[in-house]
């Protein structure tokens, strides 16, 4: 094939994926505008509707009484997540005849770093097309792809030309492409960013691109210069597979909140709550492992994970909070909403000990024999009083009974 990227990312986002599957199933929906959430009468929100229900301006997250009022004759359904589900695995299953290294970012979207199928296409298109072609025949289902040199530009090429589209892209294009849109056109730009770019003058994307580092890290830290990278197509992250790794590749836990936050202490309380459910877990199971990972999902479900690597293992929940934390510091886009984040602990290896010797740095005073007994009484009291029984706190352990 003759393309120089280094390399190369597709990102497949299935369409309208919730509706048309029940569209899929249901040949008597054909060319109706369907609606997914439940009874129009009812309380919540549309989770998706087809394309069809689009042209009413109905869309995901609209309370089901609106979508109601703007589309009087929709049919409305409501959600059957286990079948999801497994439609989703069905797809991700059939990324995975073309590369191992597929990441699964949400129950609809993937990425693949397809740089090492290079020689087996003539050309991007016929790459493209190839994948779509193996998703249609796995579940009869459509999907949109984007092929680019990088993840970012990939996902962003995948919503060019929904549905069933296939949009190519290398960096300059998008920049040239995407510099006249509003900065809400980027994904991970959310409401409250938008407007904090707007209060500086920043109206498009190319105003963005081109505007000076220093004042945007002044304005948000060191997400400043991300915002401009964002605009500018950069992104340097690489397809870490995940999402379909099994029970004893990693362990983790991920809480959904009950109203969508940006309160950054907030979410790091609940990443506390889960390092400590997974290194508990790790314990119990006699793994350690190396890598922690932060999933966070955005108000309007856009997923984002983002790991980091400790060169040692281990099994204890300051380190893997540790680990999440800075992972956070570096991955949250501030001002977005956040609904649910996970942590993840995964390159794990078997200690046989189920309560072996620690490595991190966390407990700072006392010896190694200490730290398991503390752990492991910390363990049984939480299972005879529940999980709130103890906490840790910093680098201690309290009660918060
Ligand atoms: P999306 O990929 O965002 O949407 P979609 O696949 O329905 O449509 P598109 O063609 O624009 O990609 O989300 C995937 C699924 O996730 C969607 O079918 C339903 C679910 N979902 C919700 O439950 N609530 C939401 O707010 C969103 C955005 C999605
Ligand atoms: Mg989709």
Redo the contacts with the bound molecule.
Sequence with gaps: MNCDWQKIILHV????????IEERDKPWLKGKPVI??GPPNSRG?????N?EARKYGVH??MSLTECYRKCPDGIFLR?HGGK?SSVSVEVMTALFEFTDKVHAA????AYMDMTDCRAVFHGLPEMGKAVKQAVWDKVKLTC?AGIAPNKYVAKMCS?EN??DGLTIMNVEEFRRRFAPRKLSALVGIGESTEKALNSMGIWNIGQLQQYPEKALKDRFGVNGPRLRDLANGEHTGEVTPMGLESEEKTMGHESTFRQDTDDVEYIKAVLLKLSEDAARRLRRGGFKGRRVTLKLRY????TLTHQRSMNYLTNEEGDIYREACKCLEEALIPHRKVRLVGVRVSHLQKTGDSYSVFQGDFFKSGSEAKKLQALKAVDSLRDRFGEKVMRYAGDQIVSVK
């Design positions: 986002d299935m369409d309208a994926f919730f509706a048309q997914i959430g929100v549309a989770s998706t509707c394309y995901s997250g959600t999801y949400s129950v609809d979207e949109s919503g929904k549905p108000a309007d479900f856009s």
